[in-house]
Every structure is written in structure tokens, then in C-alpha cells.
């Protein structure tokens, strides 16, 4: 008793000392033996939202917590803190307080049967054995997953959700035969016309083939795995399913079989049937066979397998399963009931269990596990528990599998609009878009992108639901913000937190300077697998009011997966919130959008909305569509009754090489998704648009005489380069940049001014500069990024084609020809009065300058041009100075001079590197001395030796 006294006294002293001493702890952060274990001051995520942050985590007012102090500590169940609301400065915040409550158990000296009382796992005070006992074992309870076997003899129907009716099936190799491990579980979704499967497997090779057949074994649909490589996980669409096959999936007279290249009649297979469970499932566990007995090896059964089905209750306190077994009895010849028990454990160490009588046609077990401790539901979110299912004589192998959450194939999305904001809608035009995924760790895998904000993000949560006594913020995500974009890993959920997740409860919430609370927020939703997009690949495109032109000004938001296969086809997905589609809601549809050289919209409707989603198949996009996606200058645009030329848009970056457009970043064997220009790492921001990379475009501020592009986060805009008319009085056409000679009177051709609309019937296209240019007109050509190519020329022919040819140069017999100026295209010989070549202050770049510069941080510089860095975080640096140098920027410090004898000095300003002497008398040079005095000192020790 004292050495609990003493214990439980010292565990107080640790904790007080992490609570009192935050700033000692800090100091001494690196190093690694201190307990991760401290309270946070003004929590970074609490902007409006008062709360505590405890080790990491983000409590609200006045809840309650037994602290974590990890290894080898862990839970301290005797150890209640809670988040107490104090007054600060006229703000209530929340305050972290502990205390021992081991002090409060009640006293149990003795137990009815003569035992000692005894602290069971995950609890504070001691209690009877026999009490835990009863608690934990008894008869099956029927709580939210019944058993299939209804005593009204009615059938179990297959469970319908707002996703579609749900069905499941575990595939050993029972059915067909085979002596073998292998073992696989299907789940399957079928809305409308359209099943939608996720199947895992273990202990086999992948499978080449998936095959649907009826009782009778008759082959009615296959489905080929060509190009997938998830692990242990299979991914399918069986789309357009018939009547009569919808009938067999309800009537469980359809079946499932995985076809590997060794067994081509199929390996594993299971009858596909609807499982109450389903519904609620959140964890779940697939169960195979291990090839030892009582350290004795033994054959491999011939098909043994199970899968479990778990959810927890609201409070976390109780776990409820059903399993479906299939081999136990069906291939041991056993005829009389078995006792099977199924244990939960960690590791080898047995967590709960319970006891059941399984007869000869049973092959499932339901059951309820009461008293979960907390410790208990971290190690079920953290996937550190398993199942071994047994026979109590040891009589039939035994099952065992991992629980980890439910595996699926569908993507965890959020659209974030102002339009669901807390408190009141906010019609910014502003929007949102992010995926989450929880891996078998109980890991949640995040990326979140906004746009259209016009203030910065002050906070990006992870929440549940807004209730009357206020929100609850479950991660703070704002730690990996940046630019838009949030990355990052919420590594600490528990089983409720999950269970919310996948079941459609938890949002995601941005605050701003001009909303402190909330600007935009949406629930994070499961969108079906689709089949043609690897959505995991990236982020989805943002659609938003404010990338239109002019800005609209709405409370809506989208969100859309793009991806072009290999026959060029088009496929999409698009997902919106909040649109104002009037009082039928059937006037919204999606459109692509490109603009021709006139800059006329020109659309292709693809599909209407249906409860705010639109998704299919393109397969006749035009070649100016295809173009303009893989340059990044396409849109999509979402269109409504009231707002006839678009409510919310996003920027199409697709890159493809369907009908020859040019590509050298790009496989279509697998397809490609589609991005934002906004979220691609190589675009380029200019003039408020996002422009893709190697993209061409005439600025805004000068349509016709000059060209940029965008190299790798850098515009390079180049002035059109005028070649010299040959004639007295040249010519500017309409369109035109450059003066050009007329033709001769007596030309049969048509002027070539009446010609010039610069469109594509009478126009030559340049692909250099991507502009259509008149009959008869004469430029240079733009090589990107290169820029202009001042020696050489191209003309417009009559029959629209293209003439480029370069300047001839004049022969020279000299042996050293020389080039006066860098902009000259051609060498001349020197001569005894030959003016020395001099810099040009042109804003040319020649092709050598580009293959000689250097590209420092974003910005590219020429071959022997001089610079200031600019480093981040610490601005222009006045006293380094870089030279680029064939192609590599070389820096160096300056070196000041000493002022020497100055009376009156002035201290270097704040871009300045050196101080400066005020004196009136100017004294020789410091640097020339320095200089001097090195040849002195050089020339003595050469005179020395």
C-alpha cells in the first residue's frame, strides 16, 4: 500500500513537472529522454474556439481524459485530467488540470467467493474476478448485427444505404476443390445499374482474373486486372449490370471467383450474399489458416477461412462483431456441434473473448465485447489487435487475421464551400477540394488545397458535427499549410474518430483573417470507385467562383477528377455543393470551355447534375479541346438556371498527345489524371492567370507584339522582333506587329492587307509562336524559350504555308572573324580601327545566352550578367554578388575596404554592404593599397629565395 502511495505521488510530482515547466522543456526539446507529454498555450487551432491542446491532442471545454505519457508509461488510468474554461484578458480559454483519483476507488477487501480483488487491464481501481469474468464472457447479445439466422424464418435482405444496397462474400477454396491457404473477401455495391467491388486477399499470387458466375457455375461476367498493382487489393466496376443479374445478386445465387495464372479454373470462391453488419461496419478482419498445430505441422486444409465484421458503440464501450466462417466443419467430416472460441487480442496476449456453440450448418458467430477500455479502442484504431478463432479441443486449425479499418476502394473526399460555413453562409466565390485515406495503421493521410481566398488561412481543422454546446475540433491540419496546400498526416485518431470518418460525420473546416471561424467547411463523403481515375495519384481540380471573368460572387463550390486513356476517351467526375439551380434543381450541367483566336467562348456540354454530381465518358472531344487541355488553357464550367454563363469554373491542365498535339512528359498507356494549373509545381502565375508550363501566350498588356511563356515557375515575355522592311514606305496590317512592304501593283495576289484578320482560313499558323500571320508577312521566329531568332526569318506563302530561312552571312577571309555585338547575327573581320565590342541593353534573349544562363532560385540570368541573391527569409543580400558564368552562377562575398583615417563615417544602410567615408579629402583607395601591397609582399618572397 505504501509503494502505491509513493508510486501514485510520484507520477503526480512527473506530471506537475510538465505542466509547471513548458519553458524549461522547451529549451532542452533536443533531447531525446524526455516523456512527449505537455500543454500547449494558445493552441494554434483554437482561433474562436476555445480548448486545450493535452500531448498533442485537441480537447474542448470541459471534457475529461486519462493522460498518455507513452513509453514505457503509457495510459495512466488513475490519472484524470480536464480542459476547464478560466477568463483571460475578457476571453475564456481553456485550462489543463489533473489530479489522482486512485484515491476514490472503493474499498473491496474481500470477494463473495473468497478471492482477492485484482486491478483487471485498462482500469484504475481493483475489482472482483468474477465480476470481470461475467462482464466479459455468456451468451451472444444481439445488438446492432443480428444474426443471419432469423427464428421468423424470414430471408436477410441485403442492406440498402444512400450508396446503394451492400453485399459481401469470402472466397476460400472450399467450392471449387482446391487444397489451399489462400483466402479473399469481397464487398460489393450496387447502385442503379452499377456494381462496384473492393476485394482483398492474402497468401496467394495476384490474380489475373476476376469471374462472376451463377449456381450452376455458368460464366456471366469476367473482369480483367491488365495494369493493376495496389497490394493485396483488387479494384472493379461491373457496369450495366442486367435485371436478371441484380435478381441473382438479392436471391444469393451469384458467385465469386479470383483466377490466377497457375489456376485458371480459379483459386479461391465464395457465394456473394447481404450481411446486416455491413451498414455499420468501421474494422474488420480477414482470417486465414496457419500450418502448425500444437508446434506439430499438418497439412493445409482444403478451403478455411473467416472474415469479421466490427463496429464500435457511440461511447466506445462496447464492440460488436459477426463473423462468417467457411471449412470448419464442411471439410473435417465433423458432424456434432463444436464450442469455438473467438479471442481479441494484442500480440499473444488474449484482450476479451467469448465462447459459442457452432453446429454443422454454422458459419457465423455474432457476439458484443462490453467494457472496451480507452487503451483498448487506441489499439483497435492503431491496428494492433487481431483475432484467433478456435476450437476448444484444438480438433481444426485455427483462424487469425489483423483488424484493421474497413479496406475500400472508394475515395474520401471534401468539397469546402462558403455556402456550409458556420454561423452564416459566406458568398465569397471562394472554394476548397481534399482527400483524405486511413491506412492500416489507423493513420488519416490528408491533402487539402483552397483557392479564391482573398485573405490568408489563420486555421484548417478536422471536426465533427456543430452541436448546441459548440464545435468539436478533433486535428489541428494547419501545421502542413503552405501556399495553398496542406499535406500532411493526422496519426492519432481513435476508434470513434474513425468510425466517424467513414461514416460521414467529420468536416474539414478553414478559418481566414476575414472569418476568424469559419470562411469555408464541407463533410468529407466517400465517392464511389469510378474505375478509369486513380484519384490517389493527386489532388482533384478546384472549381470556384472567383476563376471566373469577371469573379462571381457565390457560396458555391466543385471539385472535379479528369483523365484521358489510351483511345483519347474523356473521363469524368464532378462533384459540387451549394449551386443555385433553382426550384426543380434539374438546371445545372457541366461544360468544357476553350477560347479561339478571337477569343470566343466555345463549349461542350458533357453532362446534367444529379443530387450534385455529374460523372461519365467523352468520346468525342474535338482536337481544339484536346489541344487547349494539354497546354493547360481549357476550362470546365458549371452552369445554372441563374447563372446561364457559369457559376463556378476551374483551369483544365491535361497533358495527352492525342491527334499529334505535342507531349514529352506523358504515357498514355495507363491514362493520366488531370490537375489545376494552380496546384502544378511548374506553372507560372501572371497577370492573375495561371499558366501551365512550356505554355505560349500573348500578355494582356500588349496582345500583338509580344510573347511569353512559362519555363518552370519562370515567364520569359518577349518583345517581337521586327525584321527590316526593304521598301521606302512599309506597311503595319491590321493584326500585325511588324511594318512590311506592299506589293507591287501589278501582282495578280491579293493585298495582303485585306487579307489580314489573322484567322485560320487566310493565315499561316506558326507553332513557335502559336499566331496566325497574314499572307505576305515577314517575322522572325519564336523558339521557345529561346525567344526571338533574330537571324532568321519566316514569311507567310500564298498557299498558307510556312518559309523559314536563316540570314546568309557574307564570306570573310580573315582568320579571326569577330561579332561587334552580341544582337548581330553575323562576323565581320577586324580592322586597326575596330571599336570594341560593347554590352547590349536589349531585352533579347539569343539561343546561346539561354543554353549559357543560369537559373538561380526562379528567375533565369543571362551569360556574364551580375546579381544580388535574394534568399528567402533574409532578402536581398547587398554584399554577396553572383556572375552567371557558361551556365553556372558563381558567388562571392564583397570584401569592404578599411576606411583608414576617416573622421567622419556613415554606417552602410539597410541595402548597402559597406559603410562609406563622409571626409572631404579622398584618400587613395584602401583596395588599391591592399592590391599593391600583395605584389610587394609577393615580389619579396620571390627576391627571398
Not at 245 to 257: A, D, E, G, I, M
Not at 595 to 602: G, R, S
Not at 805 to 811: A, G, L
Request: aromatic share 6%.
Amino acid at each position: 500500500m505504501l509503494y502505491e502511495r509513493g508510486l501514485s505521488r510520484w507520477i503526480i510530482l512527473l506530471l506537475s513537472l510538465f505542466l509547471v515547466g513548458i519553458a524549461e522543456a522547451g529549451k532542452n526539446s533536443g533531447n531525446k529522454g524526455h516523456i512527449p507529454l505537455k500543454a500547449e498555450r494558445n493552441p494554434p487551432h483554437s482561433r474562436g474556439i476555445p480548448g486545450c491542446i493535452f500531448g498533442g491532442k485537441v480537447y474542448d471545454l470541459e471534457t475529461s481524459w486519462h493522460p498518455n505519457l507513452g513509453e514505457p508509461f503509457f495510459e495512466m488510468v488513475c490519472m484524470d485530467c480536464h480542459c476547464i474554461p478560466i477568463v483571460v484578458n475578457d476571453t475564456v480559454v481553456g485550462k489543463v488540470s489533473c489530479e489522482d483519483v486512485k484515491g476514490k476507488c472503493a474499498d473491496v477487501d474481500v470477494c463473495r467467493n473468497g478471492e482477492d480483488p485484482v486491478q483487471q487491464p485498462g482500469d484504475c481501481c481493483k475489482s472482483c474476478p468474477i465480476d470481470a469474468q461475467m462482464s466479459n464472457s455468456g451468451d451472444p447479445v444481439e445488438k446492432d448485427f443480428p444474426t443471419g439466422d432469423d427464428p421468423s424464418g424470414e430471408e436477410v435482405l441485403p442492406t440498402e444505404s444512400n450508396q446503394g444496397y451492400n453485399f459481401v462474400a469470402l472466397l476460400t477454396g472450399t467450392s471449387i476443390a482446391v487444397r489451399t491457404n489462400s483466402v479473399a473477401r469481397a464487398t460489393f455495391t450496387l447502385l442503379d445499374d452499377t456494381l462496384r467491388f473492393t476485394i482483398n486477399y492474402e497468401k496467394m499470387q495476384r490474380p489475373v482474373l476476376i469471374r462472376f458466375t451463377n449456381a450452376l457455375n455458368d460464366t456471366v461476367f469476367e473482369h480483367d486486372l491488365h495494369g493493376s498493382n495496389l497490394d493485396n487489393k483488387v479494384c472493379g466496376v461491373w457496369r450495366r449490370i442486367s435485371g436478371i443479374y441484380q435478381k441473382y445478386l438479392h436471391s444469393k445465387s451469384l458467385f465469386v471467383t479470383l483466377v490466377t495464372k497457375s489456376n485458371e479454373n480459379g483459386l479461391v470462391r465464395g457465394r456473394i450474399l447481404g450481411h446486416r453488419a455491413l451498414n455499420d461496419e468501421t474494422f474488420s478482419s480477414l482470417m486465414s489458416t496457419k500450418r502448425t498445430r500444437k508446434g506439430i505441422a499438418v497439412a493445409s486444409p482444403m478451403g478455411y477461412g473467416g472474415i469479421m465484421m466490427l463496429n464500435a458503440a457511440h461511447d466506445g464501450r462496447t464492440i460488436n462483431f459477426a463473423v462468417l466462417m467457411d471449412g470448419l466443419l464442411e471439410n473435417s467430416g465433423h458432424v456434432l456441434p463444436t464450442t469455438v472460441i473467438v479471442e481479441l487480442r494484442k500480440r499473444n496476449d488474449v484482450v476479451k473473448e467469448l465462447k459459442t456453440t457452432v453446429g454443422m450448418n454454422g458459419v457465423e458467430i455474432v457476439g458484443v465485447w462490453d467494457g472496451v477500455s480507452n487503451q483498448h479502442q487506441k489499439w483497435l484504431a492503431r491496428g494492433n489487435l487481431n483475432i484467433r478463432i478456435r476450437d476448444e479441443d484444438g480438433v481444426f486449425p485455427e483462424l487469425n487475421g489483423q483488424i484493421t479499418p474497413r479496406p475500400s476502394c472508394d475515395t474520401l473526399q471534401c468539397v469546402l464551400s462558403g455556402g456550409e460555413a458556420i454561423d452564416r453562409p459566406k458568398v465569397t466565390g471562394a472554394s476548397g477540394s481534399a482527400v483524405l485515406h486511413i491506412d492500416n495503421e489507423g493513420n488519416i493521410n490528408y491533402r487539402v488545397q483552397v483557392t479564391g481566398l482573398q485573405t490568408d488561412v489563420i486555421g484548417l481543422t478536422l471536426e465533427g458535427k456543430v452541436r448546441r454546446n459548440g464545435r468539436k475540433v478533433i486535428a489541428d491540419l494547419f501545421g502542413g499549410y503552405e501556399n495553398g496546400i496542406a499535406i500532411g498526416t493526422y496519426s492519432k485518431p481513435n476508434a470513434k474518430e474513425i468510425q466517424l470518418l467513414l461514416k460521414n460525420s467529420l468536416f474539414i473546416n478553414v478559418a481566414t483573417e476575414a472569418y476568424e471561424k469559419s470562411e469555408l467547411r464541407g463533410r468529407i463523403t466517400a465517392l464511389p470507385y469510378h474505375g478509369h481515375i486513380t484519384r490517389h495519384a493527386g489532388l482533384p481540380i478546384p472549381l470556384s467562383g472567383r476563376n471566373l471573368d469577371p469573379p462571381q460572387v457565390t457560396g458555391a463550390a466543385g471539385q472535379a477528377w479528369l483523365s484521358i486513356d489510351r483511345e483519347c476517351n474523356l473521363h469524368y467526375e464532378v462533384t459540387t455543393v451549394g449551386l443555385n439551380t433553382g426550384n426543380d434543381g434539374n438546371h445545372a450541367y457541366v461544360k468544357l470551355l476553350i477560347y479561339d483566336e478571337n477569343d470566343e467562348p466555345v463549349y461542350k456540354i458533357l453532362s446534367a447534375f444529379q443530387d450534385g454530381m455529374a460523372a461519365g465518358t467523352a468520346n468525342d472531344i474535338s482536337e481544339d479541346f484536346l489541344l487547349d487541355m494539354n497546354e493547360g488553357t481549357a476550362y470546365l464550367l458549371i452552369t445554372t438556371k441563374q447563372h446561364r454563363n457559369g457559376e463556378i469554373r476551374g483551369q483544365i491542365l491535361l497533358p495527352n498527345t492525342c491527334n499529334g498535339n505535342p507531349s514529352n512528359r506523358i504515357d498514355l498507356s495507363h491514362g493520366v489524371i488531370g490537375v489545376s494549373p494552380e496546384t502544378d509545381p511548374d506553372s507560372c502565375l501572371f497577370e492573375e492567370k495561371w499558366r501551365a508550363d512550356n505554355s505560349l501566350w500573348s500578355p494582356d498588356y500588349d496582345r500583338t507584339c509580344t510573347t511569353c511563356t512559362c519555363r518552370k515557375r519562370t515567364v520569359i515575355c518577349d518583345r517581337v522582333v521586327c525584321p527590316i522592311p526593304t521598301c521606302q514606305s512599309p506597311e503595319t496590317w491590321p493584326g500585325e506587329c511588324c511594318p512590311v512592304c506592299p506589293p507591287e501593283k501589278d501582282s495578280s495576289t491579293q493585298s495582303p492587307g485585306k487579307l489580314a484578320d489573322n484567322n485560320a482560313d487566310n493565315s499561316c499558323y506558326f507553332e513557335g509562336d502559336q499566331k496566325f500571320h497574314s499572307v505576305g508577312s515577314t517575322w522572325h521566329p519564336y523558339l521557345p524559350p529561346f525567344g526571338y531568332v533574330v537571324c532568321a526569318f519566316c514569311t507567310c506563302e500564298p498557299d498558307l504555308s510556312v518559309n523559314c530561312t536563316r540570314m546568309k552571312c557574307p564570306p570573310l577571309e580573315c582568320e579571326r572573324p569577330i561579332r561587334l555585338d552580341p544582337d548581330d547575327c553575323c562576323q565581320v573581320c577586324p580592322s586597326t580601327t575596330t571599336p570594341e565590342p560593347h554590352l547590349t541593353t536589349s531585352a533579347l534573349i539569343l539561343a546561346d545566352e539561354v543554353v549559357r544562363g543560369c537559373y538561380f532560385g526562379d528567375k533565369l540570368y543571362r551569360h556574364g550578367e551580375e546579381w544580388n541573391p535574394n534568399i528567402y527569409s533574409l532578402g536581398v543580400m547587398p554584399c554577396v554578388t553572383c556572375r552567371c558564368k557558361n551556365g553556372q552562377p558563381q558567388c562571392r562575398k564583397v570584401e569592404c575596404a578599411p576606411l583608414i583615417g576617416c573622421q567622419k563615417k556613415k554606417k552602410k544602410a539597410s541595402n548597402e554592404c559597406c559603410d562609406v567615408c563622409l571626409d572631404p579629402v579622398i584618400s587613395t583607395t584602401p583596395s588599391s593599397r591592399t592590391s599593391s601591397n600583395k605584389k610587394t609582399r609577393s615580389k619579396n618572397r620571390r627576391s627571398s629565395r
